[in-house]
């Protein structure tokens, strides 16, 4: 592996058959490090060579910037246990489930997918009849919101399935606090009792059940109109689709996205794992889906082109010479599911009004909306 730029499919080959490290030159590992750095990736690739009993025969180099990487890892698991008692403790006076969701729900689950999973914030769900009260308790004790405008504030309160981030005082931990899985305003938020469904207890939270923590992640990927971490994101889906590998969990997937109206984010999260990581796919939903699919051929040819593209490596090494294309249109994409072209025109033209002025007249000219 000595090409002077790689190919998406030899790191994808790396992150399911480690063997293949290997094979690397001092020039491979310093290109492999650099772009699995920037995706989220290098501490899960350390923690699959460690399993494999592979890190010990690396060259000095790459291990040790790998073992680094698995340092980084380890504090901030200690720091989501750590984080998520804190939280535990601030709520216990409310009799209320919280659900922790993504990342962190990854970590206190102990599942394949969070050996290594680097991510930035904690991911709350609570109903939205008490959304508000938890709020407002999480704020007593140091979780605080930055000032917004008062649109950005409306936003959140009106149109979004979150309130505005929280970022703790002393800490920097920062809390996503949700009362839906997707935004109301798309028209497109699911019945939320069916993801909430045997969820089961661990540490004082609420984790979801494997085909609803599979789904919402698909949604997260295949809807979000930040694709930085795409790639990582889709190597979660793989690892997540490869651990839970079960007639009984295809079944209760396809049902759950049937039933919330997300199956065509399915069968296209079910495609670009295969496509990227070679994800094998239980039979009897890859069935379920030659029946369901009415897409065109070359309709799909278009997504899949803009899709790989975009959930493709960021780095320089590997990024495609349409990839800032592709961004684009699908960031597009997903405004245009996320709200009503109405809504979206308005919330597009506020937004560019907002930059302009600020860009010519600066910041300050909107601070009267905070006073």
Known sequence: MTNKQFSVKQLSTLLTDVEQAQLLSLEDWAKVIRVFRQEGLLARFAFQLDDAGKLEELPDYAKKHLMNALKVADRQTSSVHFETKEIAASLSGKDTKLYILKGAAYCLANTSVAKGRIFSDIDLLVSKNEIQEIE???????????ALSKYDEAYFREWAHEVPPMKHAGRGT????????YLPIS???????????????????????PAAMTLHSIIHLMLNDDLSHGYRDLNDLHLMFTEFNHPDYWQDLFELAKNSGFVDELY????????????KIGTSIRVQFDVLQARGRISQSILDRLFISAFSPKHILVKGKLAVLAELLVITRAHFKKMPLRVLSYHTAHKLYRYAMETLLGKAFFEKEHR
Request: proline share 2%; net charge negative.
């Open 136 to 146: 407002s308790i999480l704020k007593l004790h140091g979780w605080l919101s930055e």
């Open 174 to 181: 920062v809390i996503d606090l949700h009362h839906n899985l």
């Open 187 to 209: 028209g497109r938020a699911p019945e939320i009792e069916l993801f909430l469904r045997d969820a089961y207890e661990l540490n004082g939270f609420y984790i979801l059940r």
């Open 268 to 279: 296209l999260a079910f495609r670009y794992s295969r496509h990227f990581f070679d994800t």
